[in-house]
């Protein structure tokens, strides 16, 4: 297994206090990955990184903003949390290779 | 164009039986097709994965059927076991660039034992 750590792994929070979801990889990988996932809904992207200081938007965006200030680190950060964004949140890394490599997953509830 | 449609949203197959799941996609651009699987609690996993070049991928007990034209793919597990039971997810991507995926909504497997 590639060697991704999510931090924290469980979090319980109040809607509108700002949560910050650490991704950390120790493969020296590219890309960077957060997803969230939902019953009925798979695995959605939320955003991506595709180097140190470069992001961009997934298809499910809103309320969510990232940063990689290094490589080895990507931080999602939910600036006002909902209670729409209780959820299952996963990072992913991706080397060279067309594989993506996931976390163990951070579960989030907003009460 | 840019979803991935999976079925069916759950599966029971007996022991030794064997598991077929399907996907379907629109976006012609597609051209990698990884199968994930995940257990509860974990992230997923890459299974096994094809390329548009080839209509059927094996590895063990896994096969990846593809058919290009119809722009369709399934997962056959042969002789399904209980330790199969898990959450499957198809997805696709365009290898150039930054390799997003778009999975598919997932099938909970159950084998029966």
């Known amino acids: 297994d590639a060697g991704i750590t999510q931090s924290p792994r469980h979090k319980v929070t109040e809607t509108g206090t700002p949560v910050t979801l650490r991704c950390h990889q120790t493969e020296n990988h590219r890309y960077m990955y957060w997803y969230r996932q939902d019953p009925g809904h798979g695995l959605r992207l939320i955003h991506y990184?595709?180097?140190?200081?470069?992001?961009d938007k997934g298809e499910v965006s809103d309320g969510y903003s990232v940063s990689r200030s290094k490589t080895e680190d990507f931080l999602l950060t939910l600036e006002s949390a909902t209670s729409s964004q209780t959820s299952v949140y996963f990072c992913?890394?991706?080397?060279?290779?067309?594989?993506?490599?996931f976390g163990p997953g951070t579960r989030l509830l907003v009460l | 164009q840019q979803q991935v449609k999976q079925s069916p949203q759950s599966l029971i197959v007996q022991k030794g039986g064997i598991s077929i799941i399907n996907c379907a996609y629109e976006?012609?651009?597609?051209?990698?097709f990884p199968w994930y699987q995940q257990f509860p609690g974990k992230g997923p996993a890459l299974l096994i994965a094809i390329r548009p070049d080839v209509s059927e991928k094996k590895e063990g007990r896994f096969t990846i059927s593809f058919n290009k034209s119809a722009k369709q793919f399934s997962l056959h597990i042969m002789d399904s076991q209980p330790g199969d039971s898990a959450t499957y997810f198809c997805a696709a991507s365009m290898v150039s660039g930054t390799y997003k995926y778009i999975f598919g909504t997932g099938t909970r497997l159950k084998v029966l034992a």
């Open positions: 992913a890394t991706s080397g060279s290779q067309e594989t993506q490599y």
């Open positions: 990184s595709y180097g140190v200081k470069d992001t």
């Open positions: 976006n012609t651009a597609f051209d990698y």
